[in-house]
């Protein structure tokens, strides 16, 4: 992504953040069949390899769903045809009832309130986790106009309520580069909700933790769901069930199982296709 010339001296990191806000509310999303995520036929390939084949899924407001599947399974693509990465050769993709996805880009995707973390944390590392708050939250600011003017007590709380949700006020004035890993992973999390998204898409959140990280992680997750729509691809199963109401698990680039924990975990054919590798 090209950065506007006032960002790019805060490129401090090995990928940058996608300001992708204007300033203006997105397009309402109409929930009003309790459903934020349709992904109806969806078949991608890539040189004559089906990333994803007629993949059909539902995901409802407000809920938590996990998933799960072997490596080519097509995860990554689906999250990429949600966020307008990827464009699929075939089905279609609607954000609520009103917004098609597939006739959006992916600044307007963002806009409309899907967001997106991936499994490396990408936090501006030589500034404090409360200006990395600042920097992402929602509006049509310069980089400038956000270090330097004065927050109004409406922003200033928010970045203390979103400090508070991802437990990082006591490091508020810590650089983000001095965090633990787990840290830098809650304070990307802490910079999406700054723009009040209504779907989170996360990507394998606790690779690389400790056992404390990974249980508070799973306490954060489960306390985001309801307010927001949250997506989890992640493979260590042992947090899957620990914050898990329903699992999806893909393999092939299709839904091969759909359910609650328990039941996915003893279906033969999940334990055949990657719960036995």
């Given amino acids: 992504m090209k950065l506007p010339n006032a960002l790019e001296k805060f490129a401090d990191r090995e ?119 600042e920097l992402a939250m929602a509006g049509n600011k310069s980089v400038w106009t956000t270090l330097f003017a004065r927050m109004t007590p409406m922003q200033l709380e928010r970045i203390n309520e979103v400090m508070e949700i991802i437990g990082l006020q006591e490091h508020q004035h810590a650089l983000a580069g001095s965090l633990s890993h787990g840290q830098k992973q809650w304070l990307e999390i802490g910079m999406l909700l700054m723009q009040n998204p209504t779907l989170l898409l996360v990507d394998e959140p606790v690779a690389g933790m400790t056992p404390q990280e990974t249980e508070r992680t799973a306490e954060l997750l489960v306390s985001l769901a309801g307010k927001h729509s949250v997506v989890v691809v992640e493979h260590d199963m042992d947090f899957v069930r620990s914050i898990a109401r329903t699992v999806t698990v893909l393999h092939e680039g299709s839904v091969l199982a759909e359910g609650p924990i328990d039941v996915v975990q003893n279906d033969p054919r999940v334990i055949e296709v990657y719960l036995g590798e």
Avoid at 46 to 51: H, I, Q
């Fill in 15 to 133: 990928h940058v953040f996608d300001f992708v806000n204007t300033g203006t509310q997105g397009p309402k999303v109409d929930i009003s069949h309790n459903v934020i995520l349709y992904l109806e036929d969806i078949s991608v390939s890539f040189d004559g390899f089906k990333a994803l084949n007629d993949l059909t899924m539902y995901i409802g407001a407000g809920e938590l769903r996990c998933i799960i599947g072997p490596n080519g399974a097509g995860k990554t693509t689906m999250m990429d045809v949600i966020t307008g990465k990827t464009r699929p050769d075939t089905g279609t993709a609607w954000f609520g009832q009103s917004i098609n996805l597939l006739q959006k880009s992916e600044p307007e995707i963002a806009e409309a309130g899907i967001g997106r973390k991936f499994q490396k944390p990408t936090v501006f590392q030589m500034h404090s986790v409360f200006e990395n708050l």
